[in-house]
């Protein structure tokens, strides 16, 4: 909201005080898409703010260094909420606790609007993290031993992604219509009698230990100061089903999904510099999918 500077009648001031008065209220009142703050003279820009959920690693650490920047020099506020788990965020953008959430991938975005009767939308391809395997107790992938335990997320999701890797490797089989949603209860192969202990996605690193190998996602892997590189083995990632299930993609709800500073975002999170970006702070471990 601007104001004028020239003079002006007692009638005029009073009434341009209230109109400020008012919008300061509603800002305190009112969550991300209102103005941050308005401007003091004729002719300052205001500035809107924008409160984006994201997982600690590689999505904050992205929207804080990278997408942030850019922003601020359109005006825009970018305000990144931490968020340890692969729940509260959505629930979060649904309510309007914040604007829209950056930590998941297509697939999960899918089961999870399927689960809840949610309808947030997928408003641009960021990037992806291949899938790992990480040597716990074992680290000759190419001899695993009989009966050997692999660590896997137990989430519907990345479940079947972890199990699809394993049967890219050839260490099992699974049923022709088992896809992106298998489960152990589908392999139908199992040559060397392998044992999967099913948690957590974000507690894998924590247990590797206690397993032979773990199949672990990239942004806990990260977390974990795990190395795409030092894993045994890892996903294909010019596969067409990484591309269209796993990339990681801005989410918010239909009504803002054409709003502009989410518009900005996503542009912001899609040019050659970020390409750069990924490759200078993650190497292979987060790529583009844009």
Excluded at 165 to 193: E, S
Excluded at 194 to 221: C, H, K, M, W
Aim: glycine share 8%; charged share 20%.
């Amino acid at each position: 909201m601007n104001f004028q500077n020239a003079s002006i009648s007692r009638r005029s001031f009073i009434a341009g005080a209230a109109g400020l008065v008012a919008a300061g209220s509603l800002a305190a009142c009112s969550g991300g898409s209102n103005e941050a703050g308005s401007a003091a003279g004729s002719g300052a820009a205001a500035t809107q703010s924008l409160i984006v959920g994201a997982s600690p690693s590689p999505h904050a650490v992205i929207l804080t260094d990278y997408a942030a920047p850019i922003l601020a020099e359109q005006g825009i506020e970018l305000e990144v909420k931490s968020y340890t788990d692969y729940i509260q965020p959505n629930k979060d953008t649904t309510s309007g606790a914040i604007d829209a959430n950056y930590f998941q991938h297509i697939n999960y975005l899918n089961n999870y609007n399927e689960e809840n009767g949610a309808d947030l939308v997928n408003v641009g391809k960021i990037h992806f993290e291949p899938m790992g395997v990480f040597a716990g107790k074992s680290s000759d992938i190419e001899n695993v031993a009989d009966g050997a335990t692999f660590g896997v997320p137990n989430d519907p999701t990345n479940e079947g992604r972890a199990l699809l890797l394993l049967q890219d490797l050839g260490l099992i089989t699974l049923a022709d219509d088992a896809g992106i949603t298998a489960t152990p209860n589908d392999i139908v192969d199992n040559p060397k009698n392998l044992q999967f202990s099913e948690q957590e996605a974000v507690a894998l690193p924590r247990t590797l230990n206690d397993v032979d190998f773990a199949v672990i996602n990239g942004n806990y892997a990260i977390d974990a100061g795990l190395a795409l590189e030092d894993a045994v083995a890892q996903e294909d990632a010019n596969s067409a089903v990484i591309q269209d299930e796993y990339a990681n993609v801005i989410v918010t709800t239909p009504e803002l999904e054409d709003d502009e500073r989410i518009v900005a975002l996503v542009a912001a999170l899609q040019t050659d510099d970020f390409k750069d970006y990924l490759v200078e702070t993650f190497g292979d471990a987060v790529q583009a999918a844009f």
